[in-house]
């Protein structure tokens, strides 16, 4: 079956330094990936996606690139900011399938 | 305009208890999703609806928990004698099924249940 998998949190980083958040996936056909956010006490919110290998999602700052031969989906981001501290979400969709498959999520703590 | 919106926000309910949680999907969406979230962890899949017909409920953990969407619009996810393992947040999102390749979900606040 499809699953995603995270790098293990949570992280915290200081204003400005440079973000990555791993994601690798395992699915059978060809799925869309998508990074989820959620900050506290909100719902999810889609943050980026990417349908098909080597496109390059981006959103807010934040990138992640679609890549086929290594089955990841790495975020990343130059420089936080505090607003940045959240949970964020790797996901995939097979469009052969009904659901979203999420993985654990990475919750990121941002310092001043 | 507005979003997915779910009722109630918080659930407490003694063990044993029906509940019944709604969701209001955006207006016009097709299809309709519903998640359980446990404490830590990522959303898991439950069921799927386009329009009224549930398509899938392969996600649902037990015959405890039933969904319906009888006139294409509001879904309500009801989970009979509840457990302790049933607590959890529970995500509900649409989809325009005639929207762009991607399939955006929108996700709704969550309820979160807390079963005692």
């Known amino acids: 079956g499809n699953s995603v998998t995270q790098m293990e949190g949570p992280v915290t980083l200081s204003e400005e330094a440079f973000l990555t958040i791993n994601c690798t996936y395992t699915?059978?056909?060809?799925?869309?990936l998508f990074w989820y956010v959620q900050y506290p006490g909100e719902g999810l919110q889609l943050l980026l996606k990417?349908?098909?290998?080597?496109d390059k999602g981006s959103n807010k700052g934040f990138e992640a690139t679609y890549r086929k031969e290594t089955t990841s989906f790495h975020l990343e981001k130059g420089s936080v900011q505090v607003s940045d501290s959240a949970v964020y979400f790797c996901a995939l969709w097979e469009t052969s399938g009904s659901r979203l498959t999420f993985g654990e999520g990475t919750q990121l703590t941002v310092n001043p | 305009g507005a979003g997915v919106s779910q009722s109630p926000r918080y659930k407490v309910a003694k063990r044993g208890q029906d509940v019944a949680l709604r969701c209001d999907p955006i207006?016009?969406?097709?299809?309709l999703f519903w998640y359980q979230q446990a404490l830590g962890q990522g959303p898991e899949f439950l069921t799927y609806f386009q329009n009224e017909a549930q398509l899938d409920k392969s996600g649902l953990p037990s015959d405890r928990f039933f969904a319906e969407r009888p006139e294409g619009s509001v879904s309500t996810l009801k989970i009979q004698r509840t457990q302790q393992e049933d607590s959890a947040v529970y995500l509900c999102a649409s989809r325009n099924v005639g929207a762009s390749s991607y399939n955006e979900q929108f996700f709704g606040p969550g309820t979160r249940l807390t079963v005692l």
């Open positions: 207006s016009g969406h097709v299809s």
């Open positions: 699915a059978t056909g060809y799925p869309s």
């Open positions: 990417a349908t098909k290998a080597d």
